[in-house]
């Protein structure tokens, strides 16, 4: 969705921790203000719901008790400025807005954690209930444990009175995520618990919590109720490519809006350029060239504007686009040639003119439409500050109640007929955060009953984790993802340690299953491109591509992000597609084919492990991808500066001897005793495979 209101969407980062503690905020208005608002990650930027109180208009004060854990805020001043606290640090959320930052802490965290000391903080534990605190994936059991870092010694998961050391897998400076797998046939029950130990003290985690060991109890899991979460076996393969449909290609002159604009015009938020399904259908062979292997499609329902996010009709494409009859031909045509199609829709809202709230619109108190919306006072009109939910407030996208039966039943049938009338095998969930979990449950048990094949995608731009427990979508689009690619490729901002671990929290909050198949993205309709935040360098540019196409995650390329193509915030993001620098000389695109290539010939690519190689103290961001005997390593140097990289590739990957060749050049690496000597170049990078 358009985040034109320049505001962050996003959920409080838990950090593990739980419970609550008070905050007290204080604001000082450079000029008086009529009201002031706290928003944030804690009350789901809602400018509305937290009004700060003064006496003079200048000094403003609100305490809230706030959920342990790191929080983004901004003020909201009068209803219409929102601005970041002045007093406090702030971060850069992902959609590229800078918040202010909060940390909140339990108190046990005053004094410093100290290994050896024997003082165990507590406040922190906790063994994940839903996924991935227990996972079951290609044969092996997996659990997790959260505690504070640097607090204990030694951390055991003990399985069926077999105790398995665990190991850190990501965190930061407040938290330490730790795991442990063994090999299970999923028919023995098992029972497990958890051991601390640090200096003279050991203490044991079970479901009565913290205690001494033995006294805690044991966990029992039984296989005939475990039911891991199982995600489309394709999309852990797949790369796929997102289209702006009015944007990508005009096939036909002949359903063009009367308006529409040069290709080469600037885009704006009214517009039109003509993109179509015809369009589309005449660079199926640019796409199978590129090696994409599933596209997904912006909307393409009927809609009063060029983005379609305002849908008046669930059963009709837009005729700017096509018919119903050419946009099923083209999913067929795709498909016959290996890509899958991921539609776009919305649940959430819809357009003043869909018929039943023009009914409303109408009948008013009448209309039998009414339990369809949520309605606040009559009369109904279509105003500033309506009487009726709008999402974010926009009197133009009245918000549907999915839980209401008619509504609910007209959604769904929607998704029957698309099945039935085009080849899909996807659905990208628009503002997905925003519609009851109740309906996802619903959507989710209607889709996968008729197909289990079909991938469901959501949009949540923070942790996702409440909707990928295996009962609502299979997969979020990953901003976080983006949002440490920003961080360290384009600006420049954390080290490359600092950058892995970013990577590897957002990864490991999620099943291995799941992790693979989320929507991994740099650029997108309603961000700006990552060329244009790296300002302009195409070197970083490649540097992000690299990491997208070998990290853990389904990539997915913004049309025109493999040709270098800008473009600053919505509506500049959205510009049309440069077809005219799609040639062999482009060395974006010829790297792109080459990755995409890569990635499908490497197994390790889709399916292995990740193994973080990367140092402290090391300007190189080094990770590999493992699975068996197979193994890809990359390094990735950022600094401006050639960087000379060393590391024992038998004790970072477990086998006694390797031998290299750059991925992408064919060239061997010299190998001494497990023992890899290379120079990464500056702003550049090496991809090296066993």
Same mark, same amino acid.
């Given at each position: 969705?358009?985040?034109?209101?320049?505001?962050?969407?996003?959920?409080?980062?838990?950090?593990?921790?739980?419970?609550?503690?008070?905050?007290?905020?204080?604001?000082?208005? #450079?000029?008086?203000?009529?009201?002031?608002?706290?928003?944030?990650?804690?009350?789901?930027?809602?400018?509305?719901?937290?009004?700060? &109180?003064?006496?003079?208009?200048?000094?403003?004060?609100?305490?809230?008790?706030?959920?342990?854990?790191?929080?983004?805020?901004?003020?909201?001043?009068?209803?219409?400025?929102?601005?970041?606290?002045?007093?406090?640090?702030?971060?850069?959320?992902?959609?590229?807005?800078?918040?202010?930052?909060?940390?909140?802490?339990?108190?046990?965290?005053?004094?410093?954690?100290?290994?050896?000391?024997?003082?165990?903080?507590?406040? #922190?534990?906790?063994?994940?209930?839903?996924?991935?605190?227990?996972?079951?994936?290609?044969?092996?059991?997996?659990?997790?444990?959260?505690?504070?870092?640097?607090?204990?010694?030694?951390?055991?998961?003990?399985?069926?009175? =077999?105790?398995?050391?665990?190991?850190?897998?990501?965190?930061?400076?407040?938290?330490?995520?730790?795991?442990?797998?063994?090999?299970?046939?999923?028919?023995? #029950?098992?029972?497990?618990?958890?051991?601390?130990?640090?200096?003279?003290?050991?203490?044991? %985690?079970?479901?009565?919590?913290?205690?001494?060991?033995?006294?805690?109890?044991?966990?029992?899991?039984?296989?005939?109720?475990?039911?891991?979460?199982?995600?489309?076996?394709?999309?852990?393969?797949?790369?796929?490519?997102?289209?702006?449909?009015?944007?990508?290609?005009?096939?036909?002159?002949?359903?063009? &809006?009367?308006?529409?604009? @040069?290709?080469?015009?600037?885009?704006?938020?009214?517009?039109? *350029?003509?993109?179509?399904?015809?369009?589309?259908?005449?660079?199926?062979?640019?796409?199978?060239?590129?090696?994409?292997?599933?596209?997904?499609?912006?909307?393409?329902?009927?809609? #009063?504007?060029? &983005?379609?996010?305002?849908?008046?009709?669930?059963?009709?494409?837009?005729?700017?686009?096509?018919?119903?009859?050419? %946009?099923?031909?083209?999913?067929?045509?795709?498909? =016959?040639?290996?890509?899958?199609? /991921?539609?776009?829709?919305?649940?959430?809202?819809?357009?003043?003119?869909?018929?039943?709230?023009?009914?409303?619109?109408?009948?008013?108190?009448?209309?039998? *439409?009414?339990?369809? $919306? $949520?309605?606040?006072? *009559?009369?109904?009109?279509?105003? @500033?500050?309506?009487?009726?939910?709008?999402?974010?407030?926009?009197?133009?996208?009245?918000?549907?109640?999915?839980?209401?039966?008619?509504?609910?039943?007209?959604?769904?049938?929607?998704?029957?007929?698309? &099945?039935?009338?085009?080849?899909?095998?996807?659905?990208?969930?628009?503002?997905?955060?925003? /519609?009851?979990?109740?309906?996802?449950?619903?959507?989710?048990?209607?889709?996968?009953?008729?197909?289990?094949?079909?991938?469901?995608?959501?949009?949540?731009?923070?942790?996702?984790?409440?909707?990928?427990?295996?009962?609502?979508?299979?997969?979020?689009?990953?901003?976080? *993802?983006?949002?440490?690619?920003?961080?360290?490729?384009?600006?420049?901002?954390?080290?490359?340690?600092?950058?892995?671990?970013?990577?590897?929290?957002?990864?490991?909050?999620?099943?291995?299953?799941?992790?693979?198949?989320?929507?991994?993205?740099?650029?997108?309709?309603?961000?700006?491109? %990552?060329?244009?935040?790296?300002?302009?360098?195409?070197?970083?540019?490649?540097?992000?591509?690299?990491?997208?196409?070998?990290?853990?995650?389904?990539?997915?390329?913004?049309?025109?992000?493999?040709?270098?193509?800008?473009?600053?915030?919505?509506?500049?993001?959205?510009?049309?597609?440069?077809?005219?620098?799609?040639?062999?000389?482009?060395?974006?695109?010829?790297?792109?084919?080459?990755?995409?290539?890569?990635?499908? =010939?490497?197994?390790?690519?889709?399916?292995?492990?990740?193994?973080?190689?990367?140092?402290?103290?090391?300007?190189?961001?080094?990770?590999?991808?493992?699975?068996?005997?197979?193994?890809?390593?990359?390094?990735?140097?950022?600094?401006?500066?050639?960087?000379?990289?060393?590391?024992?590739?038998?004790?970072?990957?477990?086998?006694?001897?390797?031998?290299?060749?750059?991925?992408?050049?064919?060239?061997?690496?010299?190998?001494?005793?497990?023992?890899?000597?290379?120079? /990464?170049?500056?702003?550049?990078?090496?991809?090296?495979?066993?």
């Amino acid at each position: 969705m358009t985040l034109w209101l320049a505001l962050a969407v996003g959920v409080t980062q838990s950090l593990g921790l739980s419970g609550t503690a008070p905050h007290d905020f204080t604001y000082l208005a #450079p000029q008086p203000a009529k009201s002031v608002f706290i928003a944030g990650t804690f009350n789901q930027w809602n400018g509305t719901v937290n009004p700060m &109180h003064s006496t003079d208009g200048r000094t403003w004060r609100l305490r809230l008790s706030l959920p342990i854990g790191r929080h983004q805020y901004k003020y909201v001043i009068d209803g219409e400025q929102w601005v970041p606290d002045p007093t406090a640090k702030s971060e850069v959320d992902g959609g590229g807005n800078r918040n202010s930052l909060l940390l909140v802490l339990p108190t046990d965290y005053d004094s410093p954690a100290r290994i050896g000391d024997g003082m165990i903080t507590r406040s #922190p534990f906790r063994h994940p209930k839903g996924s991935p605190g227990l996972n079951w994936d290609q044969g092996r059991l997996s659990a997790q444990f959260i505690l504070r870092p640097g607090d204990v010694q030694r951390i055991e998961w003990v399985v069926n009175g =077999r105790a398995i050391a665990m190991r850190p897998v990501s965190g930061d400076e407040f938290t330490s995520r730790v795991q442990a797998d063994t090999a299970w046939d999923r028919r023995q #029950p098992l029972r497990y618990a958890f051991l601390l130990k640090d200096g003279a003290t050991e203490l044991g %985690f079970g479901p009565n919590g913290a205690a001494k060991w033995g006294s805690q109890g044991e966990y029992k899991l039984n296989p005939s109720q475990f039911h891991p979460i199982v995600v489309p076996a394709w999309t852990e393969r797949a790369v796929m490519y997102q289209i702006f449909p009015d944007r990508f290609a005009n096939g036909s002159r002949a359903n063009d &809006h009367p308006a529409t604009e @040069p290709w080469t015009a600037k885009p704006s938020y009214i517009n039109r *350029f003509g993109g179509d399904a015809a369009g589309v259908r005449q660079r199926i062979p640019y796409l199978q060239q590129l090696g994409i292997s599933t596209v997904y499609f912006n909307p393409i329902m009927m809609a #009063p504007s060029n &983005h379609r996010y305002d849908p008046v009709d669930f059963y009709r494409v837009d005729p700017e686009f096509g018919t119903n009859r050419e %946009f099923g031909d083209l999913t067929r045509a795709l498909d =016959r040639v290996g890509i899958r199609v /991921v539609l776009d829709q919305i649940f959430d809202h819809v357009g003043t003119t869909f018929s039943p709230f023009a009914d409303v619109l109408q009948r008013q108190q009448d209309s039998r *439409f009414l339990k369809w $919306f $949520f309605i606040n006072e *009559f009369p109904v009109a279509v105003r @500033p500050n309506p009487p009726y939910q709008g999402w974010y407030g926009n009197a133009s996208m009245p918000k549907l109640n999915p839980l209401n039966p008619d509504t609910q039943r007209y959604l769904l049938e929607s998704v029957d007929y698309w &099945h039935r009338e085009a080849k899909l095998a996807g659905w990208r969930l628009d503002v997905a955060n925003e /519609v009851p979990m109740e309906f996802w449950r619903i959507l989710r048990q209607r889709v996968k009953a008729a197909n289990p094949d079909i991938w469901i995608l959501g949009e949540e731009w923070g942790d996702a984790s409440a909707w990928l427990q295996g009962d609502q979508w299979d997969a979020s689009m990953n901003y976080p *993802f983006r949002t440490a690619v920003i961080r360290h490729i384009a600006e420049g901002h954390t080290s490359a340690y600092e950058f892995i671990q970013e990577l590897l929290e957002g990864m490991n909050r999620y099943a291995p299953q799941v992790a693979r198949n989320q929507m991994n993205l740099i650029s997108s309709h309603d961000v700006p491109r %990552f060329r244009t935040v790296a300002k302009g360098d195409l070197a970083l540019a490649h540097l992000a591509a690299i990491v997208q196409m070998t990290w853990v995650g389904m990539p997915s390329v913004y049309y025109g992000d493999e040709l270098g193509m800008e473009g600053g915030v919505d509506p500049d993001n959205r510009r049309p597609m440069r077809w005219d620098t799609a040639t062999q000389s482009n060395p974006t695109l010829q790297l792109y084919r080459r990755l995409i290539v890569l990635r499908k =010939r490497r197994p390790e690519l889709t399916r292995g492990r990740l193994v973080s190689m990367t140092l402290p103290d090391s300007p190189v961001a080094a990770y590999a991808r493992v699975l068996g005997p197979s193994a890809t390593l990359v390094l990735v140097n950022r600094s401006s500066r050639p960087s000379v990289v060393t590391f024992d590739a038998t004790s970072a990957l477990g086998k006694a001897s390797w031998a290299f060749r750059n991925a992408l050049t064919g060239t061997k690496v010299a190998v001494n005793p497990g023992k890899v000597k290379v120079t /990464v170049p500056a702003k550049g990078s090496l991809i090296l495979s066993n």
